[in-house]
């Protein structure tokens, strides 16, 4: 990687921690926003800085190429629903979604960076930046009956890999050996509020990548925001895939679970 990078900054606190370890390494940062996700903020800490939306692609590269960038990292949720309502209505690029042979988040994600590449914008693998937020195996933060989350856990987590792989979504919800919740194009937060509406308190949400996960591709992670919805769900437990999901805000989001009732698992 040379001493520019473009960073396209999707929803969440990590593009900006991602932002300031890049700064920390001495890379120039252009920064593209996705626009009403990205944290406000960033044009503040960026060496550049503009907004897009996910139709913007001549844009995107034109802005990338007049700073000096071919390389750039994803980083940030950038939520299917946000590509699928604006790209695929856009006339542009009407014709690059219409060929592809699906609509899923990954294929979305992956015809972005295609397009990206032939633009002269290589978007790479950005798992260096993610090292200090892979997500530990084992209790974080306990359970107050940890019998009754491993036993929702071994009856969801082959559901939720499954589920993964289909590329339908990363998050599962589960009470009493009952899938509650299924994660579509709405994310994960919006998941767990309509578990919560469905099941009452003691939920349990497992998050897992998929089997074969391409690391620029729609990353699962979770952060202090999805606590704070557990927490306000009144969730008994979040457990996430250890090594493979990161886990950005963590020592905030733990203690906001503690103090909110809900364990915190990593699981291999």
Same mark, same amino acid.
């Given at each position: 990687?040379?001493?520019?990078?473009?960073?396209?900054?999707?929803?969440? $606190?990590?593009?900006?921690?991602?932002?300031?370890?890049?700064?920390?390494?001495?890379?120039?940062?252009?920064?593209?926003?996705?626009?009403?996700?990205?944290?406000?903020?960033?044009?503040?800490?960026?060496?550049?800085?503009?907004?897009?939306?996910?139709?913007?692609?001549?844009?995107?590269?034109?802005?990338?190429?007049?700073?000096?960038?071919?390389?750039?990292?994803?980083?940030?949720?950038? #939520?299917?629903?946000?590509?699928?309502?604006?790209?695929?209505?856009?006339?542009?690029?009407?014709?690059?979604?219409?060929?592809?042979?699906?609509?899923?988040?990954?294929?979305?994600?992956?015809?972005?960076?295609?397009?990206?590449?032939?633009?002269?914008?290589?978007?790479?693998?950005?798992?260096?930046?993610?090292?200090?937020?892979?997500?530990?195996?084992?209790?974080?933060?306990?359970?107050?009956?940890?019998?009754?989350?491993?036993?929702?856990?071994?009856?969801?987590?082959?559901?939720?890999?499954?589920?993964?792989?289909?590329?339908?979504?990363?998050?599962?919800?589960?009470?009493?050996?009952?899938?509650?919740?299924?994660?579509?194009?709405?994310?994960?937060?919006?998941?767990?509020?309509?578990?919560?509406?469905?099941?009452?308190?003691?939920?349990?949400?497992?998050?897992?990548?998929?089997?074969?996960?391409?690391?620029?591709?729609?990353?699962?992670?979770?952060?202090?925001?999805?606590?704070?919805?557990?927490? #306000?769900?009144?969730?008994?437990?979040?457990?996430? $895939?250890?090594?493979?999901?990161?886990?950005?805000?963590?020592?905030?989001?733990?203690?906001?679970?503690?103090?909110?009732?809900?364990?915190?698992?990593?699981?291999?």
């Amino acid at each position: 990687m040379g001493s520019r990078l473009g960073l396209i900054a999707g929803a969440g $606190e990590l593009s900006r921690a991602v932002l300031a370890e890049a700064k920390k390494s001495g890379l120039f940062c252009a920064v593209a926003g996705l626009r009403g996700a990205a944290p406000a903020g960033l044009e503040r800490e960026a060496d550049a800085f503009a907004w897009f939306g996910p139709a913007d692609l001549d844009e995107l590269a034109a802005f990338f190429r007049g700073h000096g960038i071919r390389e750039a990292v994803m980083f940030g949720k950038i #939520e299917h629903r946000l590509i699928f309502g604006e790209t695929l209505g856009n006339g542009a690029i009407r014709a690059l979604a219409a060929a592809l042979p699906d609509h899923s988040p990954s294929t979305l994600l992956r015809a972005l960076i295609e397009y990206l590449g032939a633009a002269g914008i290589a978007v790479c693998d950005p798992s260096r930046f993610l090292e200090p937020y892979g997500c530990p195996e084992g209790v974080l933060v306990p359970a107050a009956a940890p019998e009754a989350v491993e036993t929702e856990t071994a009856f969801g987590w082959p559901l939720v890999r499954t589920l993964a792989d289909l590329d339908i979504g990363q998050t599962l919800v589960v009470k009493d050996r009952a899938v509650v919740a299924v994660e579509g194009m709405e994310g994960t937060d919006e998941t767990v509020r309509r578990a919560a509406a469905l099941a009452g308190p003691g939920v349990v949400v497992l998050k897992a990548a998929r089997t074969r996960q391409d690391p620029r591709v729609d990353l699962p992670m979770v952060g202090l925001e999805t606590v704070r919805t557990l927490v #306000e769900a009144r969730a008994a437990a979040l457990v996430v $895939e250890a090594g493979r999901v990161p886990f950005f805000q963590r020592e905030e989001a733990r203690a906001a679970a503690a103090a909110g009732g809900v364990a915190l698992i990593g699981r291999r």
